[in-house]
Each structure stands twice: as structure tokens, then as C-alpha cells.
């Protein structure tokens, strides 16, 4: 038999759609809750003019879609690349909505951004291109409605030009209520402990306890790691911390290889002056970027962008472990070939939830008026983590299904409890 080439999913959207569906199908849920899940609530797509230091004017796109706010306000990330467009952002704006629901959380899902590469643009570019789009956005988002964070390029100055910009349109006594419109802000401003290693301490610990679980340990672990920004560079420092070895990152400039180890915090450092790029780091060796996914190691973490682990990709893989720190990076036929191959992976949506896990807690801590320290940020946050993987891999034990299918499961679940529970107006 011909096998053909996989038609669909062509966009993140796809793949989130045929996820959602195939657990929808599996757990008879409501036919009323698929429609409304089915869809976004808002899809906000905002142009805006902003001047550059040559004097000249450019017009940005800017996009804010919000999926679903049964369980509490929308909550997700904004982010800065040039793949950003209406279709991505509803796909992330999804899967924010379970990632929040299976953590537990009182939030919903939402996701946007703006279309642009910021290596092309100035600081002071930046600044004014995000103080422009927040003041666009206007009461699109909000402390108690909408609460943006950092994803993909955008960090913790960022989240301080948004908060300053939108508190700035309030009345002076309003103005401290607004705090927690984002989080992931500046820890001098409003932010939490921790927050920066948040995400990519969520993908070690769940892998960490997998291991566990199978009566092994990081210790003489190989791994491999895709996208080395936030999320890859903290997770790979706390699993060489407990005893792996790091042979290869990739990123959007290099790929590097060395079967004795990378160092972790060297690479950081060579990375750090370069806008994040890991190129012309000379203690490893550069490789050919397609032979990437398939290097010998026991785990490959995907913390880039979505969409990598494909049909064509997927086969390649020689790790048994794939844990998912970026969001959406293994398609519906990719997964397909992993599962086939006996490759266990640990979902996006359980493996990176130290993220959002961390911005709730940022949340509580501007709403209250408190102050907490880093080692009761790390303790609360594996406490929760490992309450949230318990019950997927509970899930996953009494059903005999893969992680993805039980970490859904409990997700919509929620969601749909939530609606049978309060019923839908009118």
C-alpha cells in the first residue's frame, strides 16, 4: 500500500482541533459544550502605527484571541515572531484553556501577540511598538478579564511597558489595582521569585517524576534540546543538575553536538550577547540542522515553536522520551509514528504548565498584597505540579491510554462540569 502524504493538520490549529475532537469523541462529551468549545469567544485583531528612530512611521498587526472564560479569566502569553497570525493564536488560545483547567486553575484560555521579528528593532522601538499595542488593546484585557504573560521573545520588560501602560490609563487611585493586568513582570515590579525558571522547571519535574515512575532516575540521562531561550536553557540546567547530560541544542541559527556534554551555563553566557542565538559557540561541534531529531539520546525536549515533530520528522526519533516545553511542537501524524515507535511523550500541556502555574501565583501575590520567597515559590510549584501529574498518570494507569488522551481528558472534563453544573445563559 502507497502511503500518502499527510494532508492534515496543515496549521497548529488543525492539530488542536483534531486533538480536542478525538478526546471529545472518547468521553461522549455534551454535544452543547462541543459547540461552545469548538469555538473562540473573541478573535481581536488590532492595527497600529508606531514611529521608528529614523523618524518614519510602520503600521503593526497585533492579535488577542480568546478562547473560553468558563472557569475564570483568559490567561496566556503574547508573543513576538513573524509567525503570528489569527490561526496560530486561536490554536495556543486552546490550549491555554486546558493547560489551565488541568492545573486547576480559576483561569481560561487566551493567546496573541504581534507580527514581527524584534531583532529588527531598537529597545526604544520595542518599548513604543508594545506600549501602542497595549494601549490598542485597551480594556480588551484586565486584571480580571484578560492577564497577558511572556511567551515566545517577549520577557519580563516587556510585561513591565504593558502593566505601566495600561495602569497609566486608569485614575490615580485605580492604578495599584492594576498590577496583576500581566505577570511575569520584573521581580522589582511586581513579579514573582522564580517565575523566569518557572517553565522550564515544570519540564524537568514532570519528566523527572516519569522517570520516577519507571523506577529510574536523570542520573547518566542523555538529552537534547530544541530551542535554547528560557524554557530549553532552565530545564537543561536542572537536569544536568540532577545528572544528565546535555548533547545537542538547536536553534533557529545552529545546531550543536558533543557526545561528552554541553555546558549548560557556558552556552547561556555565549548566547546571551547574540539575541539568544547559540551560533559560533566553538566547545561543540556544529551539525547539519536536519540530522537533529534523529541523534541517540534517552530524551528530546521540543522547546521551540509548534509544529516540528511532524510526519516527516517524527520517524527519526531515537529518544523513548519526549517532553513537550514548547507548545503545539508534535502534529496529530507525528504523534501517530512516536506512539507506533514506543516513544512516550509528555504533553505540552502538563510539561510546561510551571509557566502558568507561576503567573497564577504572581497573581495571587499582586491581588493580596504579598511578598513571596523563592524557595516557597520552587515548593509551592512542585507541590502543585506533582498533585497535576499524579492525576494524569492515574488517568493514564486505570485507562490504558497515552498522556495526551489522559491529561485531556481531565481538562475537558472540568470544563464541562463546570457548565453542566452552572448551565448556560439564558
Known amino acids: 500500500m502507497v502511503k500518502t502524504k499527510e494532508t492534515k493538520p496543515k496549521t497548529m490549529y488543525d492539530n488542536v482541533m483534531q486533538q480536542f475532537n478525538s478526546v471529545a469523541d472518547r468521553i461522549a462529551l455534551n454535544p452543547n459544550i462541543r459547540k461552545i468549545l469548538g469555538i473562540t469567544n473573541n478573535e481581536i485583531v488590532i492595527h497600529f502605527p508606531v ?25 496566556g502569553g503574547l508573543r513576538y515572531h513573524p509567525t503570528v497570525d489569527v490561526e496560530a493564536a486561536k ?27 524584534p531583532r529588527d528593532y531598537s529597545i526604544g522601538e520595542l518599548e513604543r511598538i508594545t506600549r501602542r499595542f497595549t494601549y490598542a488593546l485597551g480594556d480588551n484585557i484586565g486584571p480580571e478579564h484578560d492577564i497577558p504573560a511572556p511567551d515566545v521573545n517577549t520577557n519580563a520588560q516587556t510585561m513591565a511597558w504593558i502593566a505601566d501602560t495600561y495602569m497609566s490609563t486608569k485614575a490615580p487611585s485605580e492604578r495599584s489595582k492594576n498590577l496583576h493586568v500581566v505577570t511575569g513582570k520584573p521581580v522589582g515590579t511586581g513579579g514573582l521569585e522564580g517565575r523566569d525558571r518557572a517553565t522550564g522547571y515544570g519540564v524537568y519535574l514532570t519528566t523527572k517524576l516519569y522517570l520516577e515512575s519507571k523506577g529510574e532516575s536523570y542520573n547518566g540521562k542523555t538529552i537534547t534540546v530544541q530551542g535554547f531561550g528560557n524554557v530549553g536553557y532552565w530545564a537543561a540546567k536542572f537536569a544536568v543538575a540532577d545528572g544528565a547530560k546535555l548533547i545537542a541544542v538547536q536553534d533557529a541559527h545552529a545546531t550543536l553536538y558533543d557526545e561528552k556534554g554541553i555546558d ?52 527519526a526519533v531515537k529518544a523513548k522520551l519526549v517532553a513537550e516545553g514548547a507548545n503545539g511542537p508534535t502534529t496529530d501524524a507525528g504523534e501517530r509514528i512516536l506512539l507506533a515507535n514506543g516513544v512516550t511523550i509528555i504533553p505540552d500541556i502538563l510539561c510546561n504548565s510551571g509557566g502558568v502555574i507561576g503567573s497564577y501565583f504572581e497573581w495571587l501575590q499582586n491581588r493580596n498584597g504579598e511578598l513571596w520567597q523563592l524557595d516557597e515559590v520552587m515548593q509551592k510549584l512542585e507541590r502543585k505540579l506533582t498533585e497535576v501529574f499524579k492525576k494524569v498518570e492515574e488517568e493514564v494507569n486505570t485507562n490504558k491510554v497515552d498522556w495526551r488522551t489522559a491529561a485531556y481528558t481531565i481538562a475537558i472534563k472540568r470544563i464541562e462540569m463546570a457548565y453542566t453544573q452552572r448551565g448556560i445563559f439564558p
Open 51 to 75: 514611529r521608528m528612530d529614523n523618524g518614519n512611521v510602520e503600521v503593526f498587526t497585533g492579535y488577542r484571541v480568546q478562547h473560553n472564560n468558563a472557569l475564570g479569566p483568559y490567561k
Open 91 to 117: 490554536a495556543l488560545a486552546i490550549w491555554m484553556t486546558w493547560k489551565t483547567s488541568l492545573a486547576g486553575l480559576p483561569y481560561g484560555g487566551a493567546k496573541g501577540g504581534i507580527q514581527i521579528d
Open 264 to 315: 549548560v551555563e557556558e552556552l547561556h553566557q555565549h548566547s546571551k550577547p547574540r539575541k539568544g542565538s547559540i551560533k559560533g559557540y566553538e566547545k561543540a561541534t556544529e551539525i547539519d540542522p536536519s540530522s537533529f531529531f534523529g541523534l541517540t539520546c534517552d530524551i528530546l525536549i521540543p522547546a521551540a515553536l509548534g509544529n516540528q515533530l511532524t510526519e516527516e520528522t517524527a520517524g
